[in-house]
């Protein structure tokens, strides 16, 4: 692997607002490479999705401001393109799918629309691509997801089709072009558990089959579990713990990860746990030093005058907390 | 130390949601400007006697030696061809403006959302179809024709204007209301309200209402200037303020008749017809942006 | 971490049953068709124990939420509380019985009237059931409730739209406790919040049904959840209860081909968990629309074990072993 895909260096970034400013992200390091799946454990409040905005460049620019860092896709700079080179990317490098299906689809057009403008933008590999060749695309594409009839559901609006049909259709149109890197957020919240199961391997699928890159964003530690090789732990602006997923979930390290792990509800049922004391960190006036420290229980002055950085434990396990620094 | 006492001040909730309010208000210059205007209008309006030199000018005078006279010191909009002075009834007929859409807009503010509110609510029975027909009804004929129906039949005055506007204005409200009430009752808290076992009188004042109040209050303010528009449209006819009260209508249709040559018997009351309008538009946008809630 | 478990201790000794639904319909007419949300479903509530009621979307797990509140009258079939029959829709019920039958919704955003503020919303069932009498009651009981779900007392000023969700579904539970409820049902409570969130919320929950002797129908689709807060548990499909089984039953010995398909769909973190799963069966199908129910077992279609008669006759409910039901053609 020559360098990485995608190289989010130190990003800052935060939100002007009644009564201050929001210092949302504060620092993240975040790297993807070729063909590698990378999940990103967070809790809402996280910044997880706002890191993933701010690398798709849709973040409300308004309010918005990046304040230090580089989001490197291919060794360059995203944050310093202009409009379009950003258009280029999305076009042909870098999909996204949203979280809930429903809101992604256009209600107002029918699926077959939807899927052929984006084959038309997508690239035809140079040449401009006739009708027929574009409708044969997607029916292929969506045979891909196998959605049963792909010819007549081009035909049909998204209120005819079920959640899980949905979503597979934006994976569809999310693997139209020949991406690098697919950007998941939360792609199984919105559906049922034997749909989310049967879409979520469809998914793993095929993104094996055309090497792309995954980033997998979820609160649902068992669905990243089980398709990334390599997780992020994100909390409060940044990011926490790095490991490979296996080691990650058998020894968390983080006191926020050991925490987040045992809070799920466990199958052998030994009880709820009383979830983590205290709040998530209020961006109006964050907490200084490291921001779990108000919740932590292993919790040295030092955390309270210092943000720590990442500390390598071992070469695929990094973790940001004073308790690991050599 | 600083933070209890601020949070002393803060937990005043009107206090803390009227600065977040104005925050919201401020962020588009626009808005800023409509309030700028609807002051200046507002208080030109209440303080008249004060800002105007030629009180003369509302009466019965007549001056013919200073009719006809353009624009110029002692007189900045000119005179008619009675010799009143046009800045001083144009001053006074702000008043008249304003308080034309006070009434109306009370009165059918009132009637229509009160009536959309239970008709929304009690959607599907004979209450809902009864007051909704008759909404109907009255929304198949157009505005100005209706109000200069009602107009023709009873006596020419301010009042019955005012009346025959109110009369019109309602059925806006009244389906607007009806639109919101009936979303809105399915909502989930309005559910477990009523599972909870609140009477139907809180339920559609305390708990339905309030959630339509955003809309009800941005559409009375952008109505302000639609109110005015229609008044004096009336009273472009004839209608309306008789004279020799001075409304914006009446002036523009008598100044048009001497176009081009008396040029400032028309051009300066419409210039102000305009501000009314846009000021209070810009403000209504301000106002509907206060309400809207901006997740993330 | 230090971290609490709080064990559900399940139903008390005495049997009563608070709450016994029978032959339960609940038919909506729609332009495609009749929908038959809920279709003839029997089951009952012990006083003081969780009843879990799991489903995906299109089972009626909701629907039969709401019916025992009152939204809906149902079709056909009885609900009895407390051995009193209670078929009828909630404006045709006593205010005493609004006041022991509660409800949770699932959207937190919604749940709550944006435009009143926390104190408004939480004395209002005060104010309804004579609760509190004057304005200095009311408003410690407010505080009393905020602090039973562990908020701070300045909440009272504040409106859902400064709050995050969690906290939003805090004072829907604080609500539906307000005026002293004996049965609450809770539609997906923690569904739309986050892990450590939804474990300050059942483990609240669970504490209060102790202090308080409540009763719940608990309802959701994340069965490790269900594992950990129920004593019962019925799993639904298109309308119809395809098992019902203890807790410890149900996930030890699933015996309905659905549940073992639900089951075996779970993701889990350990390796523990996973043995603990059924063999791999694997989804297959699309949920049927409920509008268009083929005859003989609803499950027919996805079914990894059908046989011939399944797709002709509709199974009935067997009781397997003790308090374990099936509705399966394979356990005869």
Redesign the interface.
């Given at each position: 692997m020559k360098g990485n895909l995608l190289e989010v260096k130190d990003l800052s970034l935060y939100f002007k607002v009644f009564g201050g400013t929001l210092k949302v992200l504060d620092g993240v390091n975040f790297t993807v490479g070729d063909e590698e799946k990378v999940g990103l454990i967070g809790e809402t409040g996280s910044g997880k999705t706002t890191t993933m905005k701010a690398i798709m460049k849709i973040l409300g620019m308004t309010t918005a401001r990046i304040s230090k860092g580089e989001i490197l896709f291919k060794g360059r700079d995203i944050l310093k393109m202009n409009k379009a080179e950003v258009q280029e990317i999305r076009r042909k490098e870098i999909s996204m799918i949203f979280q809930d299906p429903t809101a992604a689809l256009n209600p107002y057009f029918s699926i077959g629309s939807q899927i052929k403008n984006i084959i038309k933008y997508s690239g035809g590999m140079g040449k401009k691509l006739t009708k027929v060749e574009i409708k044969a695309r997607g029916i292929e594409a969506l045979r891909n997801v196998m959605l049963p009839d792909p010819e007549r559901t081009l035909n049909f609006y998204p209120i005819q089709l079920s959640g899980g049909m949905r979503q597979r259709v934006c994976i569809a149109m999310a693997l139209l072009s020949n991406l690098n890197l697919l950007i998941a957020d939360e792609p199984g919240t919105s559906l049922d558990v034997t749909i989310k199961d049967q879409v979520l391997r469809l998914l793993e699928d095929l993104v094996d089959e055309k090497h792309i890159s995954v980033i997998l964003i979820s609160h649902a530690l068992g669905m990243v579990k089980n398709m990334t090789q390599r997780t992020y732990v994100m909390y409060g602006g940044s990011m926490v713990e790095v490991a490979k997923t296996a080691e990650l979930f058998i020894n968390p390290l983080h006191p926020y990860s050991q925490a987040l792990i045992a809070v799920v509800p466990k199958l052998t049922g030994r009880g709820m746990s009383q979830g983590i004391p205290g709040y998530i960190p209020e961006y109006l006036n964050p907490p200084s030093g490291c921001r779990f420290h108000p919740r932590c229980n292993y919790v040295m002055p030092i955390c309270k005058v210092e943000k720590p950085t990442f500390f390598k434990v071992k070469e695929t396990h990094q973790v940001a907390c004073w308790l690991f620094k050599k | 130390m600083e933070k209890t006492i601020f949070s002393l001040v803060l937990t005043s909730k009107k206090w803390e949601n009227v600065q977040r309010g104005w925050y919201k208000f401020s962020l588009n210059r626009l808005s800023i400007i409509g309030l700028i205007v609807v002051f200046i209008i507002l208080f030109l309006a209440i303080f008249a006697p004060f800002v105007t030199v030629h009180p003369e000018a509302v009466s019965k005078y007549v001056n013919f030696s200073e009719s006809k006279q353009p624009p110029s010191l002692s007189y900045p909009f000119g005179t008619d061809i009675y010799g009143r002075d046009i800045f001083t009834r144009t001053i006074y007929a702000f008043r008249i403006s304003l308080l034309m859409s006070f009434v109306v807009l009370s009165i059918s503010v009132s009637i229509g959302v009160i009536l959309g509110l239970i008709a929304g609510y009690f959607k599907d029975s004979w209450i809902d179809i009864l007051i909704m027909r008759i909404t109907d009804i009255f929304l198949s004929i157009p505005a100005l024709i209706l109000a200069l129906s009602i107009c023709a039949i009873l006596p020419r005055n301010l009042t019955t204007t005012m009346i025959a506007i109110s009369l019109v204005w309602w059925t806006w409200y009244c389906r607007m209301t009806y639109g919101i009430v009936t979303s809105v009752r399915g909502e989930f808290f309005i559910q477990a309200v009523e599972l909870i076992g609140a009477g139907k009188l809180h339920i559609l004042f305390k708990e339905v209402l309030p959630n339509c109040l955003s809309e009800i209050i941005t559409k009375m303010t952008l109505d302000v200037g639609s109110v005015i528009l229609i008044g004096s449209s009336l009273s472009f006819v004839g209608l309306g303020a008789q004279p020799p009260t001075a409304d914006l209508g009446s002036m523009i249709a008598n100044g048009a008749k001497y176009l081009p040559d008396l040029w400032w018997m028309s051009v300066f009351p419409s210039i102000a017809l305009v501000m009314i309008v846009l000021g209070f538009n810009l403000l209504g946008d301000g106002i509907h942006d206060i309400f809207t809630v901006r997740e993330g | 971490?230090?971290?609490?478990?709080?064990?559900?201790e399940g139903a008390k000794l005495i049997n009563n049953n608070i709450l016994t639904v029978k032959n339960l319909k609940k038919y909506f007419v729609t332009q495609q068709g009749i929908v038959k949300a809920v279709n003839d479903i029997d089951f009952s509530i012990k006083e003081g124990e969780t009843f879990g009621l799991v489903g995906?979307?299109g089972s009626g797990k909701s629907t039969v939420a709401y019916t025992i509140?009152?939204?809906y009258k149902p079709t056909e079939g009885e609900i009895a509380y407390r051995n009193q029959d209670i078929s009828n829709e909630?404006?045709k019920r006593s205010?005493e019985l609004?006041?022991e039958i509660?409800?949770v919704?699932q959207?937190p955003g919604?749940?709550?009237?944006?435009?009143?503020?926390i104190y408004?919303i939480l004395e209002?069932?005060l104010r309804?059931?004579a609760i509190a009498n004057n304005y200095k009651d009311r408003t410690d009981k407010v505080k009393k409730l905020l602090k039973m779900v562990e908020l701070p007392e300045?909440y009272i000023?504040?409106?859902s739209?400064m709050i995050?969700?969690g906290e939003r579904q805090m004072i829907?539970i604080a609500?539906a406790l307000a005026?002293n409820p004996s049965l609450v049902l809770l539609d997906e409570p923690t569904s739309a919040l986050?892990?450590?969130?939804?474990?300050?919320?059942?483990?609240m929950l669970?504490r209060l049904q102790k202090d308080f002797n409540l009763s719940y129908l608990f309802i959701t689709?994340?069965?490790?959840?269900m594992?950990?807060?129920a004593s019962s548990v019925a799993i639904m499909y298109l309308g119809k209860i395809c098992e019902n089984a203890s807790?410890?039953e149900f996930?030890k010995n699933p015996l309905h081909p659905y549940t073992q398909?639900?089951l075996s769909?779970?993701?889990?973190?350990?390796d523990?968990?996973e043995k603990?799963?059924p063999k791999k069966v694997k989804?297959?199908g699309?949920?049927p629309s409920p509008v268009n129910i083929p005859p003989g077992c609803s499950f027919y279609s996805r079914c990894s074990k059908k046989m011939d008669i399944c797709s002709k006759e509709d199974p009935l409910m067997v009781e397997v072993s003790k308090g374990h039901f099936v509705r399966c053609h394979l356990y005869k």
């Open positions: - | - | 971490m230090r971290v609490g478990y709080l064990k559900n995906e979307s509140a009152g939204l909630s404006k205010k609004k006041k509660q409800i919704f959207d919604t749940s709550i009237n944006p435009t009143r503020s408004q209002l069932p309804v059931h300045d000023y504040k409106y739209e995050g969700g829907s609500r005026a986050d892990v450590s969130i939804q474990a300050k919320i059942i483990s669970i689709h994340d069965l490790s959840l594992r950990n807060v807790s410890s996930f398909m639900l769909s779970i993701p889990v973190l350990s523990e968990e603990l799963k989804s297959i699309e949920i």
